[in-house]
């Protein structure tokens, strides 16, 4: 079956940065477009950004525009989350997610697009 796995999760000092793994199985990852969401306590989950099968397109939600940057590793079945001037604000559960889609420069942005998640890595910023 599909499982994606994250990892990379920590806590680290406002200003920093950092980078978050997905490692999939039980797919063939190229033909998934993948994405990031990521959900703070208390709040409802929110897109941080996707990326398409060929990794050529990418797309990013308001927490993700300008400090975030997807990419993915086709060959090793993975997606990266590089995140920096990270703030506390960046707090949260970070979830990984795929869904098979048959446009090959598709990016999906919404919860209900995608198909499998992962259980998350916590990303804790400190003051």
């Given at each position: 079956?599909?499982?994606?796995?994250?990892?990379?999760?920590?806590?680290?000092?406002?200003?920093?940065?950092?980078?978050?793994?997905?490692s999939a199985s039980g797919l063939a990852f190229s033909r998934?477009?993948?994405g990031w969401f990521r959900q703070a306590r208390g709040k409802e989950r929110e897109f941080v950004g996707g990326i398409s099968t060929t990794g050529y397109n990418t797309y990013y939600g308001d927490s993700g525009?300008?400090?975030?940057?997807?990419?993915?590793?086709?060959?090793k079945n993975a997606v990266y989350l590089q995140m920096n001037s990270l703030t506390p604000e960046d707090t949260a559960v970070y979830y990984c997610a795929a869904s098979e889609i048959l446009?090959?420069?598709?990016?999906?942005?919404?919860?209900?697009?995608?198909?499998?998640?992962?259980?998350?890595?916590?990303?804790?910023?400190?003051?």
């Open positions: 079956q599909v499982q994606l796995v994250e990892s990379g999760g920590s806590m680290v000092q406002a200003g920093d940065s950092l980078r978050v793994s997905c998934y477009a993948m525009k300008g400090r975030f940057t997807i990419s993915r590793d086709n060959a446009i090959p420069n598709m990016v999906l942005h919404t919860a209900q697009q995608y198909a499998y998640w992962g259980q998350g890595t916590q990303v804790i910023i400190s003051s």
